[in-house]
């Protein structure tokens, strides 16, 4: 059967040290959960961090949006620190699954990685629009997969700004430090060109071993009742790890990009997993839009958000495989890992 979503009425301290263990929302599980619907906006175009950066009209709106979700009151479901705790609380075992008392929700590791963490960009999006009023609005991409991107992206680095954190890497923050998709807390001692190179030719690796399998990609099965397997993730969300531990603190609790329970409250989040969304909708796309499980199990998977009509509302899988349903599409920018990489 399919994963459904939590009773939320029963939240749980979870098992997140870096926030004491607290991130259960203030409000409880009383409210109506009604159906989504599906925004009817122009189609929004989501463009590389890199190259929004003198966009100074649209930097002035980002800010403005995310300036108002701070300022909203502590215990607002759109607050900028209550929606970066809903990914602690899927992540860091708040939530049970119903009926069980020991099968938490857990939203990484399998199949429902990508489409989970796409609805939660988009809401996330959608009242950022909503608190500035423009429809239009999104979220650029770390375009990581690119020379040209494969730095901490600018925009969030100006301390006056409202999309800084001060609880990063200085290391791998600050001008000119290449990502390493492989990073996992040794640095890489490659030059920057041959660091380029390879992360380019694993992304190409990714891509031409997982085409003809879908798990490889996008992690393993994950049904009712299941606990997670934290060796089912797929390659993807590998690769997205790195770029998470590369960007939080080295030590301590690895604040905040390197924990679940915290990194969500760095705006780059947002910004990477914008190019997480979009590398899934390039593999789809190169494999001329296949559903990548016709499996109930996975279409049928259900998650909870509070939507920009400050609903609670319920998704399904099955609306999110195409984001053109929810209004939103990709800039073209080149792919320089799918041909001959120099
Ligand atoms: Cu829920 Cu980037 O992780």
Sequence with gaps: APIMPPDLSKCYDATAPALDNHCCPP?????????????????????????????????????????????????????????????????????????TDDVPIQVHF???????????????????????????????????DTKDG??????????????????????????????????????NTASDSELIRENLCFIQKTFKHSLSLAELFMGDPVRAGEKENQEANGQLEVIHNAAHMWVGEPDGYKEN?????????????FCHHCNVDRMWDTYRNLRGNQ????????????????????????VKIRDCLNPTKLRYTFEQVPLPWLGKIN
Aim: hydrophobic letters at 35%; proline letters at 7%.
């Design 150 to 187: 494969m730095t901490f992206p600018a925009i969030f680095k100006d301390p006056s700004s409202p999309l800084y954190d001060p609880k990063r890497d200085p290391r791998h923050v600050k001008d000119g430090a290449i990502l390493d998709l492989k990073y996992a807390y040794t640095e």
């Design 257 to 269: 990009m390197g924990d679940f329970s915290t990194a969500a409250r760095d705006s780059v989040f």
């Design 27 to 99: 409000y409880s599980g009383s409210e109506t959960i009604s159906e989504y619907g599906f925004p009817a906006t122009p189609l929004r175009v989501r463009r590389p961090a890199h190259l929004v950066k003198d966009d100074q009209e649209y930097l002035d709106k980002y800010k403005e949006a995310v300036r108002r979700m701070k300022n909203l009151p502590a215990d607002h479901p759109w607050n900028y620190y209550q929606q970066a705790n809903i990914h602690c609380q899927y992540c860091d075992y708040a939530y049970y699954q119903q009926n």
């Design 110 to 144: 399998s199949w429902i990685f990508l489409p989970w963490h796409r609805y939660y960009l988009h809401f996330y999006e959608r009242i950022l629009g909503k608190l500035i009023d423009d429809d239009t609005f999104t979220i650029p991409f770390w375009n990581w």
């Design 291 to 314: 559903i990548e499980f016709q499996d109930n199990d996975w279409l049928d998977s259900t998650f909870l958000f509070h939507d920009e009509n400050e609903q609670l509302v319920k």
